[in-house]
């Protein structure tokens, strides 16, 4: 399985752009780049995802490099709910599993 | 729309003792999973369905079963509870296509004393 790596954490100051990169060298061709967050206390929630194209919702940014070997979540302002763990994770079909990695922990300053 | 529910919310077992975590989802989802996280760690995949009828294991199935009678439920059973696994366990649903979104629920806390 295609794995991907993080930083373990990440600080910003309230209403600041956080950008949390992800690195996946070995991602195949038809992985898609998922990206989870986990509140404390919380299970998962979805945040966005891509294959090729950068995507955009009401939620956060992904940029996808041109190689798809690296991505960059964008919180474009961070505000103290976003505080959470992110996860950046490779989903290729038909195999609908997760891999979690330890994800980056993100700590937003008020 | 509930999405997926899971039940207990919290549990203390004895060791040996056996239990049912049950989960739930009303999305008519195919697939469903149970994963299980460790303090400070990532989840981990413990069993799978990709389907009623067919199950199958994880990256640390050791001491859990689990069945798919039907399309809406997954229970994980715990067979002789050990300390070991106190966690905090989250079942997660979604339908088949990779892009499509997976839906977790609220988790599990157990503890095994």
């Known amino acids: 399985d295609a794995k991907t790596t993080q930083p373990n954490s990440m600080e910003s100051n309230e209403e600041e752009p956080v950008h949390l990169p992800c690195n996946h060298s070995?991602?195949?061709?038809?992985?898609?780049i998922h990206w989870y967050r986990q509140l404390p206390s919380q299970g998962p929630e979805y945040v966005i995802h891509g294959l090729t194209s950068n995507v955009n919702n009401r939620m956060a940014s992904l940029a996808i490099a041109e190689d798809r070997k690296s991505s960059t979540l964008i919180l474009h302002r961070a505000t103290l709910r976003d505080a959470a763990v992110y996860y950046c994770?490779?989903?290729?079909?038909?195999?609908?599993?997760?891999?979690f990695g330890a994800g980056t922990t993100v700590t937003v300053r008020a | 729309n509930a999405g997926v529910t899971q039940t207990p919310k919290f549990q203390v077992l004895k060791t040996g003792q056996s239990m049912t975590l049950q989960c739930a989802q009303d999305m008519n989802h195919e697939y469903m999973s149970w994963y299980r996280q460790d303090p400070g760690m990532g989840l981990r995949l413990i069993h799978y369905s990709v389907g009623a009828g067919i199950t199958d294991q994880g990256e640390v199935p050791n001491g859990y079963n689990v069945s798919r009678s039907t399309t809406e439920d997954f229970p994980l059973r715990l067979l002789s509870a050990a300390p070991s696994q106190t966690s905090v366990y989250f079942c997660?649903?979604?339908?088949?296509?990779?892009?499509?979104?997976?839906?977790f629920g609220e988790g599990s806390w157990l503890t095994v004393v």
């Open positions: 070995t991602i195949s061709g038809t992985d898609y």
């Open positions: 994770i490779l989903r290729d079909p038909p195999d609908y599993k997760l891999s």
């Open positions: 997660a649903s979604s339908h088949p296509p990779s892009g499509n979104t997976i839906y």
